[in-house]
C-alpha cells in the first residue's frame, strides 16, 4: 500500500483537516498515520516508540532466561503498529527483541531499532555493538545510543563534570560505526548540555539525538527560566526523544498539571495519557512509551494522530508543571534541587 496516497483527518476543535501521514511522504516505517522526524544526517525517525525498557527490563535470577511473554508481548506491539522499538544492552532483552522482529514476518526495513550501549569499563564500543547486533540478530540498527553520561569518571561530585576528553573519546568510536553503516545513526540519551557541549566541540557526526526524561515535572530548564537543555538540542540540530513521558500521570500524580490534562482529555474526547503523549508530540519530541495492556497500545495508535494541542494548551501544561520538580529515573546521580 502506498502511504503517500492515504489521507488522514486531523480534528483540531471544530476544524477538520485532511492530511497525508508521513512528514516525508515516502513510505511510511509505522502505520500510515503516525509522522516521522528528520534527523540531522536526513534518516527519519517515527515519532512514537514502544520502549523494552522499565516495566520489560529483565533483572535478577532471570536475566538470562530467554522470556516467551516479552517476545509475545513486543509481537502485540508489533502487530499494533509500533515499529520503532527501543532496546538497550542494560535491559537485558535484546534476544527477545531480535526473536520478535523475527517472528513478525514484518520486512526489517520497515524497522526502526535503537539499542544503547553501557560504557562497560574497558570495553571498546565496537565489542559492545558486535555483541548487542549478535544478540539481536541483526546486521545493523538504525540508531546506537550511549545509554548515560555516568560511565565517564566524574571531575567532581554530583557535579556532573565528566571529563571531556573521557567523552569525546568515546564518541570517535560511535562515529566509527556510523561510517561503517552498521548503525545508521548515532546518539546518545542522558547527556546534559556540558556533556553535548564537549561532544560537540570534536565531533565530526554531530549526535542525532537525546534521548532524555521529559515530562511536564521535568523540562530540564535553566533555573534562571532560561531555554534548558530542549532549546540547547534545537539550535545544534539534536532532537529530543523522551522517556517516562506519562510521569505525571502514572508516577508523580497527584500534580498541578491534573486539572488541565483533565480539561484537554474532555474537550479532545481522549484519555489523560494521550494529552500526557501529545504534550510531548506537540513540541516536536520524539516519545517512548510502552505498556504491556494491547488496549492501550492500540488505542495509543489510533487516537493519537487524530487530535493535536493548541501552542496555547502546550505552553498552559508547560506552566503548570513548573508548579512542581519530579525525576523518577538515574536518581542517585543528580543533587537535590538539579532539574536539568
Ligand atoms: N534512556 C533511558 O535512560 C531510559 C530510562 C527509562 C525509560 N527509557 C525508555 O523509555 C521507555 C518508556 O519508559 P517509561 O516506562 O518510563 O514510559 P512512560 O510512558 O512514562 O510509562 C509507561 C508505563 O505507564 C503505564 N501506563 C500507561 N498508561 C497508563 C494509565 N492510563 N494508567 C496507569 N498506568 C499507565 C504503563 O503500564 P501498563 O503496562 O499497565 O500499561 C507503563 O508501565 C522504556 O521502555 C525505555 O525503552 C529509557
Same mark, same amino acid.
Given at each position: 500500500?502506498?502511504?503517500?496516497? =492515504?489521507?488522514?483527518?486531523?480534528?483540531?476543535?471544530?476544524?477538520?483537516?485532511?492530511?497525508?501521514?508521513?512528514?516525508?511522504?515516502?513510505?511510511?516505517?509505522?502505520?500510515?498515520?503516525?509522522? *516521522?522526524?528528520?534527523?540531522? $544526517?536526513?534518516?527519519?525517525?517515527?515519532?512514537?516508540? #514502544?520502549?523494552?525498557?522499565?516495566?520489560?527490563?529483565?533483572?535478577?535470577?532471570?536475566?538470562?532466561?530467554? $522470556?516467551?511473554?516479552?517476545i509475545n508481548d513486543t509481537l502485540k506491539a508489533i502487530k499494533n503498529g509500533y515499529y520503532h522499538l527501543d532496546c538497550a544492552e542494560a535491559y537485558g532483552n535484546e534476544p527477545e527483541l531480535g526473536?520478535?522482529?523475527?517472528?513478525?514476518? =514484518?520486512?526489517?526495513?520497515?524497522?526502526?531499532?535503537?539499542?544503547?550501549?553501557?560504557?562497560?569499563?574497558?570495553?571498546?564500543?565496537?565489542?559492545?555493538?558486535?555483541?548487542?547486533?549478535?544478540? /539481536?540478530?541483526?546486521? #545493523?540498527?538504525? /540508531?546506537?545510543?550511549?545509554?548515560?553520561?555516568?560511565?565517564?569518571?566524574?571531575?567532581?561530585?554530583?557535579? /556532573?563534570?565528566?571529563?571531556?576528553?573521557?567523552?569525546?573519546?568515546?564518541?570517535?568510536?560511535?562515529?566509527? /560505526?556510523?561510517?561503517?553503516?552498521?548503525?545508521?545513526?548515532?546518539?546518545?540519551?542522558? #547527556?546534559?548540555?556540558?556533556?553535548?557541549?564537549?561532544?560537540?566541540?570534536?565531533?565530526? *557526526?554531530?549526535?542525532?539525538?537525546?534521548?532524555?526524561?521529559?515530562?511536564?515535572?521535568?523540562? *530540564?530548564?535553566?533555573? $534562571?527560566?532560561?531555554?534548558?537543555?530542549?532549546?540547547?538540542?534545537?539550535?545544534?540540530?539534536?532532537?529530543?526523544?523522551a522517556y517516562a513521558a506519562l510521569t505525571a500521570v502514572v508516577r508523580a500524580a497527584p500534580g498541578p498539571v491534573d486539572g488541565v490534562y483533565e480539561r484537554l482529555a474532555g474537550k479532545y474526547g481522549?484519555?489523560?495519557a494521550d494529552v500526557a503523549l501529545r504534550w510531548c508530540l506537540d513540541q516536536g519530541i520524539v516519545t517512548v512509551t510502552t505498556s504491556s495492556n494491547e488496549e492501550r497500545l492500540k488505542h495509543w495508535?489510533?487516537?493519537?494522530?487524530?487530535?493535536?494541542?493548541?501552542?496555547?494548551?502546550? $505552553?498552559?501544561?508547560?506552566?503548570?508543571?513548573?508548579?512542581?520538580? #519530579?525525576?523518577?529515573?538515574?536518581?542517585?546521580?543528580?543533587?537535590?534541587?538539579?532539574?536539568?
Open positions: 500500500m502506498n502511504s503517500t496516497l =492515504i489521507k488522514v483527518t486531523i480534528k483540531m476543535g471544530s476544524e477538520t483537516t485532511e492530511v497525508t501521514p508521513s512528514i516525508s511522504g515516502i513510505d511510511s516505517k509505522q502505520l500510515e498515520c503516525i509522522p *516521522h522526524l528528520k534527523l540531522s $544526517d536526513g534518516n527519519e525517525m517515527p515519532m512514537l516508540g #514502544y520502549g523494552l525498557g522499565t516495566a520489560n527490563y529483565k533483572r535478577g535470577p532471570n536475566r538470562d532466561k530467554f $522470556d516467551e511473554k516479552l526473536a520478535a522482529i523475527a517472528r513478525s514476518g =514484518i520486512p526489517r526495513s520497515k524497522f526502526f531499532i535503537t539499542t544503547k550501549t553501557s560504557c562497560r569499563p574497558g570495553e571498546s564500543i565496537e565489542s559492545a555493538f558486535s555483541r548487542s547486533l549478535e544478540k /539481536l540478530g541483526l546486521d #545493523y540498527v538504525d /540508531l546506537y545510543l550511549i545509554h548515560s553520561p555516568f560511565w565517564a569518571q566524574p571531575a567532581a561530585e554530583k557535579g /556532573l563534570a565528566q571529563a571531556p576528553a573521557d567523552l569525546q573519546a568515546k564518541w570517535a568510536e560511535m562515529e566509527a /560505526l556510523k561510517d561503517s553503516g552498521r548503525a545508521r545513526s548515532i546518539g546518545v540519551s542522558n #547527556y546534559l548540555r556540558e556533556h553535548l557541549e564537549a561532544v560537540l566541540q570534536t565531533a565530526r *557526526h554531530p549526535p542525532v539525538v537525546n534521548q532524555i526524561e521529559y515530562h511536564p515535572y521535568l523540562q *530540564h530548564e535553566e533555573q $534562571d527560566g532560561g531555554g534548558g537543555l530542549v532549546q540547547f538540542h534545537r539550535e545544534k540540530g539534536i532532537a529530543t526523544v481522549v484519555t489523560i495508535i489510533r487516537r493519537l494522530p487524530l487530535f493535536k494541542l493548541t501552542p496555547e494548551e502546550v $505552553d498552559e501544561i508547560a506552566k503548570c508543571g513548573r508548579e512542581k520538580h #519530579y525525576r523518577g529515573f538515574w536518581t542517585a546521580k543528580f543533587a537535590e534541587g538539579d532539574w536539568r
